[in-house]
């Protein structure tokens, strides 16, 4: 993966929420190369379970806005009672504009659409984790 070189990378924990095994693999690989700690949650509620469980150790959770058991949507709101703070950033290949604005007024990082490019996902975690403006 030597065009990782050029991407920015970090030290930080992300929290990645995805129901689809073939993006994990890609983000967790990718992610780790660029220096990254990666946790896996499955569904918005294992999300929940494991941030509610590991207070101050996840910088930035990568959120997927579609899947089974709890949404993406349920599991942000969920987050945020937990953290006010938390820094998400939204991701789908299949989501509503207004669904997705109406997480950005309530304070989301930003949106990735599907599928990923690394150097976008990449470039869209570090702007979050340094608390630059969201991109959508």
Same mark, same amino acid.
């Given at each position: 993966?030597?065009?990782?070189?050029?991407?920015?990378?970090? /030290?930080? *924990?992300?929290?990645?929420?995805?129901?689809?095994? *073939?993006?994990?693999?890609?983000? %967790?690989?990718? +992610?780790?190369?660029?220096?990254?700690?990666?946790? +896996?949650?499955? @569904? #918005?509620?294992?999300?929940?379970?494991?941030?509610?469980? @590991?207070? #101050?150790?996840?910088?930035?959770?990568?959120?997927?806005?579609?899947?089974?058991?709890?949404?993406?949507?349920?599991?942000?709101?969920? %987050?945020?009672?937990?953290?006010?703070?938390?820094?998400? =950033?939204? /991701?789908?290949?299949?989501?509503?504009? @207004?669904?997705?604005?109406?997480? =950005?007024?309530? !304070?989301?990082?930003?949106? +990735? /659409?599907?599928?990923?490019? %690394?150097? *976008?996902?990449?470039?869209?975690?570090?702007?979050?984790?340094? !608390?630059?403006?969201?991109? /959508?």
């Amino acid at each position: 993966m030597a065009e990782l070189k050029k991407i920015p990378g970090g /030290s930080e *924990t992300i929290l990645i929420v995805d129901d689809h095994e *073939t993006i994990w693999d890609f983000l %967790i690989e990718a +992610l780790q190369e660029l220096g990254y700690s990666v946790l +896996l949650a499955e @569904n #918005g509620l294992d999300a929940v379970e494991i941030y509610r469980e @590991n207070p #101050g150790v996840v910088d930035l959770v990568l959120l997927d806005m579609i899947m089974p058991k709890c949404g993406g949507h349920q599991a942000f709101y969920q %987050i945020r009672e937990l953290d006010p703070d938390a820094k998400i =950033l939204l /991701s789908s290949g299949y989501v509503s504009e @207004n669904e997705v604005q109406d997480l =950005l007024r309530q !304070g989301a990082c930003g949106f +990735l /659409s599907k599928p990923h490019r %690394i150097a *976008t996902v990449a470039q869209a975690i570090r702007d979050a984790l340094d !608390g630059k403006a969201p991109q /959508s």
